[in-house]
C-alpha cells in the first residue's frame, strides 16, 4: 500500500540546503542527491517497516551514493519526514524534531 508523504519544512530546508551544497561542487550533483532522495522517499512510502527503528516510532532510510540518511515516523496511513541529515551530523538533530 503506497502511503502518503508529508515532508516537516526542517526536512524540506536538509534538502534544498544539501542539494545546494552538491550542485556548488558540481553542476547537476544537486538534481542526482534529490534524485536519489525521491527514490528513498518512494521506497519509504511503499514498504516503511523495511527501514529499521532507530528511536521509538522512528526509522532510518540511507540514501544510495551519498552519506546521507532520511528520518522518518508513521502516523495512520502516512509517512512523516523528520529530517534528511548527513550521516556524519550529530544524531540529536532529528532527535530534537520527533
Known amino acids: 500500500m503506497l502511503r502518503q508523504s508529508t515532508v516537516r519544512p526542517l ?4 534538502l534544498e540546503d544539501a542539494a545546494s551544497w552538491y550542485e556548488l561542487q558540481q553542476s547537476g550533483l ?20 523495511q527501514f529499521p527503528l532507530v528511536s521509538v516510532g522512528v526509522r532510518r532510510a540511507l540514501v544510495h551514493t551519498f552519506p546521507y ?4 515516523g508513521e ?8 529530517a534528511v541529515l548527513h550521516l556524519r551530523r550529530d544524531p540529536r538533530v532529528w532527535r530534537e524534531r520527533s
Open 30 to 49: 544537486g538534481l542526482r542527491f534529490l534524485h536519489a532522495v525521491d527514490q528513498v522517499l518512494n521506497r519509504v512510502c511503499e514498504t516503511p517497516l
Open 11 to 14: 526536512a524540506q530546508a536538509d
Open 69 to 72: 540518511a532520511v528520518y522518518f
Open 75 to 82: 502516523m495512520d496511513q502516512a509517512v512523516v519526514i523528520l
